[in-house]
């Protein structure tokens, strides 16, 4: 949305009105005005400022008005609107994309299976969702080999708790209903459906994992011996992170519980006590 400024520096040139013209007919000083149509005032002008303003310039009826109400608005309310405002615009031109390709199929065009394989509904799926991972003061996610994965973010995944790169500790899923959370990351591809992030808390896991990271995990994702897990153990609902090794061949089957620090000892259990194990497919860091 342009600027009170914006607005009325752009209809007083159209007119030919000097900044003196102007403030005369509406009662403000040419060097307020000035700071006005510059953006350099604090807040916009009183309401019976703003409505001598639109008449003086023949601005139609609310644009100045909104402008000025939207300025007063607090920069957090304006982020979300605006996030609010870019999704359904995306969302609507994704459903008019593929109303025109509905169309085209019934004259022969390709199949949303075709559009699929060719990576077309892929792409413009990309496009509704949103900008790509590793802008400037954002986070940028890493594929776990180590390598800068700045590519579009295509997926949201829930982020539900707090994962113990230490002791285990307890799980709290906070009761909510399965792929409902408070936060949500945006998650690059490979996307998996039932997916979910969760915060690393302790040093168990440095170097490669620090505190305040946020790692998602796959229950789809194939575990492997040596595999980073999201680990839950019986009977306590207990929950921590680490490098699962598979062991125990003389029968009785154990896992492994690796720590990455040294510092940090290994824990083994019993293959029985293992409710889940959940491999972390990406993570995120914090830059600078």
Known sequence: ???VGQIIRLRRE???????????RVGLTRSYLSMIENDRVDN???ARHVTSLERALRIADGELTRAADWSRTPPPVRDELTRLADRQRRARAFAEWLRGAARKRSGGGRS???????GQLGKRLNEMVGAAAGRPGTTCARG?????????VRFEVPLINRVSAGYPTDFTDLDYPARIADEYVAC?????????????????????YEEGDIV???????????SDCFVRLE?????????????????????????????????????????????????????G
Not at 113 to 118: G, K, V
Not at 235 to 242: C, G, L, V, Y
Request: hydrophobic content about 40%; aromatic content about 8%.
């Open 1 to 3: 949305m342009e600027t």
């Open 14 to 24: 159209a007119m030919g009105l000097t900044l003196a013209d102007v403030a005369r």
């Open 188 to 208: 690059p591809q490979p996307a998996h459906p039932q997916a979910f992030a969760a915060r690393v808390v302790g040093e168990s896991m440095t170097p490669k």
């Open 235 to 287: 009977p306590d609902h207990e929950t921590t992170f680490k490098r699962v090794f598979f062991e125990g061949d003389d029968g009785t089957p154990m896992i492994r519980l690796q720590p990455l620090n040294p510092s940090f000892a290994p824990m083994l259990v019993e293959r029985q006590r293992v409710a889940g194990l959940y491999r972390a497919v990406w993570r995120f860091q914090k830059l």
């Open 44 to 46: 916009p002008p009183a």
């Open 144 to 152: 776990l080999d180590d390598v800068d994965a700045r590519v579009p």
């Open 216 to 226: 998602v995990f796959s229950p789809d994702a194939e575990v492997e011996d040596g």
């Open 112 to 118: 949303l299976d075709q559009l699929h394989r060719s």
